[in-house]
């Protein structure tokens, strides 16, 4: 009776010892939800927008040749271990008469735009013919500071692409890393610079250049702080 009881008790702890470890490892992460408080929607001047749908628990973004992004802001700048987005689509990027990257081809369905503290600020002058969405970006970075890299890491439609990395030609301040292989559903898993903090984290996606029509869907967005 004694050995049925304990045998009993064993099997109750297995059972229960996976749900405990499960939740032990979702409270180290901070979750972030999709809503108008936490996301600011940018759109670029003389590019036709997004149709973005912030909804709570997810984003849909509409994209019908055109573009845009939303950013979301840490409190303070951080050091993060790890990132976790859920991404899925519908629709494609029209790239057969284009290679993706280069000129009339720089579209993709999603980049995920870590946005790192420097000391690169906006100067008067700079400031003045900076495009608005640079502006906004710089604008992130707390008083007294600034930024100094943003690096992308990229869902890419070409193949040929994945794990190729290099500077962007939209801004000396941005990289890419071409992390990804598109399908119709990704657990994206980002790991950031280790002895950076970062500022915000730019969700971007376009059809303008490629005159491409898709849908995306994100949720689940996560991130855990380094200890």
Known sequence: MIYSTTMNN?????LILPILFSVAIKADFNTIP??????????YRK?????????????????NQSA??????????????EIHLNFAHSGSLNLTKVKQGEDGGDDF????GLIYEGEETLGFFTRKLAAN????????????????QIIFHNVVSDKSLLGKEGKSSASKYMYN?????AKRNLNLKIKPAR????????????????KSSFKIKLSNFRYKIKN
Not at 10 to 14: C, D, G, L, N, S
Not at 48 to 60: F, G, I, M, P, Y
Not at 68 to 81: F, N, Q, R, V
Not at 133 to 148: V, Y
Request: glycine fraction near 4%; hydrophobic fraction near 45%.
């Open 47 to 63: 590019i036709k927008a997004n149709s973005t749908r912030l909804q709570n628990d997810h984003v849909e973004i509409d994209v």
């Open 195 to 210: 002895k950076k903090k970062i500022i915000a984290i730019w969700l971007c996606t376009d059809g303008d250049e490629t």
């Open 109 to 112: 369905l999603l980049r995920v």
């Open 133 to 148: 969405w640079l502006i906004k970006i710089f604008d992130k970075a707390p008083k007294g500071s600034g930024i100094s």
């Open 177 to 181: 890393k071409n992390s990804f292989l």
């Open 34 to 43: 999709f809503t108008p408080q936490e996301w600011e929607v940018i759109k």
């Open 68 to 81: 845009g992004s939303i950013i979301h802001t840490l409190k303070a700048p951080l050091y993060l271990e």
């Open 10 to 14: 064993a099997k109750r702890i297995f």
